[in-house]
């Protein structure tokens, strides 16, 4: 299971803290970043067992939670532009008065509404949750959906794919095999995503590569090898640095 399921299948309390236990093993669900339970790590001369480390990772790299959960694409958090400013100035600790002076937004009784109007959706979001886990339990028909990547990028109806679906597209353009080559990159947009997340299994999760390793691991796949690779890049599948010297995975 990658780090985008096990955050989707998390609970309230699990995404809070931003790490799951998992057998000997803490797991970030940030980034799927793990370490083991029992070993001591050591940084800058302290040492950490693996739920501080872990904490750790997550405030060096990502500030907090918070900050990480604020900043996915709007589709996943369901906030307008609006809710998400409000959101980060109340975390700040900041009162009403001054949220209205930063903002320029009416007056402080306004900044009161919009507390009221989150709230209200905080309530709605609890119904709907436990509407939706109740319905789990009487939904037989329901297809498997392939979940949509935490640190996904315009989420749209690209990402609306069952796994039966993904099963055939896989099947369709990999004739011998996923571990094969690419048939045939001409397709549509929503099966290049299938297509595009299967090649990304390829590379290793924290590995650095540079651009000729990259491009000998996708010249395995397809010809097109800098086509296919600008397509993970914009799919947010690989990082890299400005200068193109190194890349890295962003999503198994």
Partial sequence: MDHSELFWNAGIEELKRGYIRQGEQVICLLDGQRFEQGIIYQDQGVFYDAERYMRLHIERTYGSVFDYLIGLDKKL??????????????????????IQKETGIGSASTIRNHRFGLKEKERQAKVFLTLMELLKEKDRHAPAIVEVPVQARMV?????????????????????????????????????????????????????????????????????????????????????????????LKES
Avoid: C
């Fill in 156 to 248: 749209d109806e690209r990402y609306n794919i069952t796994e039966n679906e993904r099963q055939k597209v896989l099947t369709k353009y990999f004739p011998n095999g996923t571990d094969g080559r690419l048939k045939t990159f001409k397709m549509q947009e929503k099966h290049k995503l299938i297509v595009l997340r299967e090649i990304a299994s390829r590379f290793v999760k924290g590995q650095i590569y540079h651009e000729k390793d990259i491009n000998a691991i996708l010249q395995e796949v397809y010809d097109d090898y800098v086509t296919v690779r600008r397509y993970m890049i914009e799919y947010n599948l690989l990082d890299r640095k400005p200068d193109g010297s190194e890349y890295w």
């Fill in 77 to 98: 958090t369901g906030l307008t532009d609006h809710q998400n400013r409000l959101l980060q100035l109340f975390y700040q600790g900041m009162g009403d008065a001054d």
